[in-house]
Nanobody, 115 residues
Framework: QVQLVESGGGEVQSGGSLTLSCAAS????????MNWYRQVPGFERQFVAR???????AYRESVKGRFTISRDNRQKMLYLQMHNLKPEDTAVYYC?????????WGQGTQVTVSS
């Protein structure tokens, strides 16, 4: 059973930075692409960033140049460095496999950016 535990969220002012972490277990981590998603209550969950097993990254347009996704396959950890945060980045952030493979979700970690 896949278990995902997100951490590192918090409240920052606009322009601030945070680094999110995701600890994965129950998955053959080193062969799976991993993603960060985010969700605002009342809205659909949206894709933020993806990294393949060999480190190729992709981002949603609005976070390009500000967010960096990375992974440590040995430790089964996924990271999201977020810089120049904006109020519109406020959401609960989740890590997971690609949506077609995702079967369960962790608790997520709240990121709140104040203007």
């Amino acid at each position: 059973q896949v278990q995902l535990v997100e951490s590192g969220g918090g409240e920052v002012q606009s322009g601030g930075s945070l680094t999110l972490s995701c600890a994965a277990s129950g998955v053959i981590f080193n062969v799976q692409a991993m993603n960060w998603y985010r969700q605002v209550p009342g809205f659909e969950r949206q894709f933020v960033a993806r990294i393949t097993s060999d480190g190729v990254a992709a981002y949603r347009e609005s976070v390009k140049g500000r967010f960096t996704i990375s992974r440590d396959n040995r430790q089964k950890m996924l990271y999201l460095q977020m810089h120049n945060l904006k109020p519109e980045d406020t959401a609960v952030y989740y890590c997971n496999l690609d949506l077609a493979l995702a079967r369960s979700w962790g608790q997520g970690t709240q990121v709140t950016v104040s203007s």
